[in-house]
């Protein structure tokens, strides 16, 4: 009885989010003011007219902290400094206050599973006599191994981007843990010392103005015992992501970042959080007892992955990502979910679930987002995404950039697989494919940069690109637009519950969101063919299409990648 009294918390005075649409910023890939091939701050502030078109509430911006940029900012050696790469702590001040201007929020990324091998706190910690030894994970060779040779690591664990997860230091004679490259060694979070500097970190950061914060693998920073896993064949190492997801700990470090930092303050909370459970989700996000807004979950993004992981991925199985959504919208019961296809860690949906053909690329990426903007859930729009930027054709090793794609390729290759035959599971799969620059026009390097890009422009940008799509009313954008505006208007789409109707078509996807009396029929068709419409649907012809991709001529039948979403009355 007690315990129950205890744990319980007030419910947030405000969960505004849940009507709200988010847009990430990657800073690199979006705007260039100084000319450097880079985007920075100054680029951002030159487009928020742009992001009011677009209707969005809130924008989440990926890192701009001090870093060397092993991981393009993912690693962090001053939470509290701007890389000069991006700009100055004054150009974010003003950031946030021209968003605010606009009624939209800032939402920063919070990157504290890991810093950067170059952060204060771990060049300190390298030496085993340092207050701060054990603010990160130090441990001795394996037994019986003579150190830093094969196989004396620790454990088995496979780092996220290949190659082992621990890291020999000759000055001490032991080894540090990364779960991702050997420049991010991971915090250790057990050390109450850390989680001190962490949320004071925070409360500095809102303090300054932020509105909430995106949780980078947060819920990887409760380790589990390290031991050995089970090996993934072929690697001579564990890459199993369920053995450090959801350490033990994880809901007690939450808890305690909510009661010291988060609690009463109307904010965003986002954890990302690769491999966790829809069981466990609905716990984080409980809103009597959870400590955030909304997970960021990983499930529906594998479901195209092939054995060895999302280089080697297969056609989009829509079945399977119907009875996923199906799972989600009922079983995340009170707590709450973000909705995504895109983000700069994933391909481009056009290419991977759509046709990025000439002729159906700007109805299948409208249709997508129907789909995905149609669910319950916080939508996420990625950059680009509201223009429909597809997949860069890569050819060569040379045009990837990505840590992660590089270590895999250098992986693949030493096992002795052929360049030719890991280059187009490269090509699908690499995070670069989000990473091209955004697509403002159809000018020199799409409007981008004035000079040579960090990383190449699609060939497409004079096609696919803003300046085009705002001028018309039928683009990819306007669709975002008034999807997005359908969501604030409306409470079916806000809160309706979602039911799945024939979910083993392959075809279509078509789902019902009902809250109280209102109903909305959602219809698409996700393949280059028409496709005649079921027989047992509700009745709908004669009723008003709010969104939809086409002009109707026959309600029986949708075109290739049509979609409408219907007012059932
Ligand atoms: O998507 C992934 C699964 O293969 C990984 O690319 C990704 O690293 C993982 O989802 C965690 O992502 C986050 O943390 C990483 C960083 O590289 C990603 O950009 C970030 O979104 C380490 O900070
Ligand atoms: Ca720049």
Known sequence: MTSIVHSARAARPDDWWRSAVVYQIYPRSFADANGDGIGDIKGILSHLDYLSMLGVDVVWLSPVFRSPQDDNGYDISDYQDIDPLFGTLDDVDKLIEELHDRGIKLVMDLVVNHTSDEHPWFESSRDPQSPKRDWYWWRPPREGHEPGTPGAEPTNWGSFFSGPAW??????GEYYLHLFSRKQPDLNWENPEVRTAVFDMMSWWLERGVDGFRMDVINLISKPVLADGPETPGTGLCYDLSLVADGHRLTEFLGEMHERVLKGRNLISVGEMPGTTL?????YTDPQTGALSMVFQFEHVMLDNGPTGRFDSKPWPWVEYKE?????QKGIGQGWNSLYFENHDQPRSVS??????PRFREASAKTLATV??????????????ELGMTNYPFEAEGDFRDIETLGYLHQALRMGTPLEDVLPGLARGSRDNARTPMQWDSGVNAGFSETGPWLAVNPNAAEINAAAQLVDPDSVFHHYRRLIQLRHDDKVVQLGELEMLFPDDERLVIFTRTWGEGQLLVLANVTSEPVRLPLGLPDHGACEV???????DDVDVLAGWESRVVRLS
């Not at 890291?167 to 001490?172: A, E, K, L, M, V």
């Open 167 to 172: 890291q020999y230091d000759p000055r001490s």
């Open 279 to 283: 069981e466990k989700a609905a716990r």
């Open 324 to 328: 996923n959504v199906t799972r989600w």
């Open 352 to 357: 991977r679930m759509g046709d990025d053909s």
């Open 372 to 385: 995905l903007h149609m669910q319950r859930g916080t939508p996420y729009v990625y950059q680009g995404e």
């Open 546 to 552: 709010v969104i939809g991709t086409h002009e109707v």
